[in-house]
């Protein structure tokens, strides 16, 4: 039986951006990346009313289609409560369309503050296993969205169970002398768009390539980062993707002929760096700028996060 919220209840999230493959491994690797969107939603007596400031202002729908709004009324069923009204409010510092998982991000945030609303109308909220499969049930696959959930580096996999995909994810320790680092460009692009630039069937020794490659990458991330250059190699989406972004693939044969291992964030356009230094070579710093690239030093972002508490019209009333 579903329970309404009384009005006047409030929840806030913070859910990390993400990077997604990280080379070879092809949905199944995620990074949490220390930029992070900040939601908020209220419940109300009635209606729907959505605040955007920041990334994708003026752009996302503020109707009961964005994703963030779906992604809270899912959470709020999966509860087993619901609302008569909401007022949802997004802080994004997550670029849109870059390959940095904003989508994951929203999703999860939402669930995420959905749990707050509900710990309130004395629901137990979704585990972070819950929360996993439920958040990626939007997108088809688990890479980003465990990554946002559980933070940090994880390994992500899809199962059927009862005929339905299961979908999970285990944390890996990330060595502590890698430095991470994201060149974000100001083109965008989307991933159904670059995903159809993928084979449907690759050849076994391509396969096997890969399959070596993530499996070395998993020793590089966490015991061997000397590894990593060798580690990040791939055949089986990167090579195919370099003709929709070709100042990515350059940027990153840049990173590779420095000695760095740089990767295509999830279907890019942005590049991950993972190197052994603290600092990018002055080669590559200089590539990035003169090709429209801001690259930032982050650390590996937290797990998703969320506070309950009264909202503000309603403490002004009492």
């Known amino acids: 039986m579903t329970r309404t919220l009384p009005s006047g209840l409030s929840a806030t999230a913070e859910v990390a951006a993400s990077s997604a493959n990280l080379g070879p491994g092809f949905d199944s690797l995620g990074l949490a990346l220390s930029l992070y969107d900040e ?32 992604a809270i009324e899912r959470g709020l069923r999966e509860n087993g409560v619901a609302a008569s009204g909401l007022i949802v409010r997004c802080r994004n510092n997550i670029p849109h369309s870059r390959g940095l998982g904003s989508s994951a991000a929203a999703v999860v945030g939402g669930l995420a503050a959905a749990n707050g609303l509900a710990a309130q109308g004395d629901s137990t909220p979704m585990s972070a296993d819950r929360l996993v499969q439920v958040s990626s049930e939007f997108e088809g696959h688990p890479d980003n969205a465990a990554a946002a959930v559980l933070g940090g580096a994880v390994v992500a996999w899809t199962a059927k169970q009862d005929g339905a995909p299961r979908y999970a994810a285990a944390p890996i320790r990330l060595h502590p002398g890698i430095s991470v680092f994201a060149a974000i460009p100001q083109v965008r692009s989307s991933t159904a768009e670059t995903r159809v630039l993928l084979p449907e069937q690759v050849s076994h020794a391509d396969a096997g390539f890969n399959l070596s490659r993530a499996a070395l990458l998993v020793v590089a991330l966490t015991e061997r980062p000397d590894l990593l250059l060798d580690a990040t190699e791939d055949v089986l989406h990167q090579p195919q993707r370099a003709s929709a972004m070709p100042a990515s693939a350059e940027y990153l044969a840049v990173l590779r002929r420095c000695g760095v291992a740089g990767v295509l964030s999830g279907a890019g356009p942005s590049v991950l760096a993972l190197s052994t230094e603290p600092e990018l070579p002055a080669d590559a710093l200089e590539y990035g700028a003169r090709a429209g690239f801001s690259v930032v030093k982050m650390s590996v972002g937290h797990g998703v996060s969320w506070t309950s508490g009264v909202a503000a019209s309603a403490r002004r009333e009492q």
Do not use: F, K, M, Y
């Open 39 to 70: 939601i908020t939603v209220e419940t109300a007596d009635s209606g729907l009313v959505i605040e955007v400031d920041g990334e994708g202002a003026g752009q996302v729908p503020l109707d009961a289609s964005h994703l963030v709004v779906r």
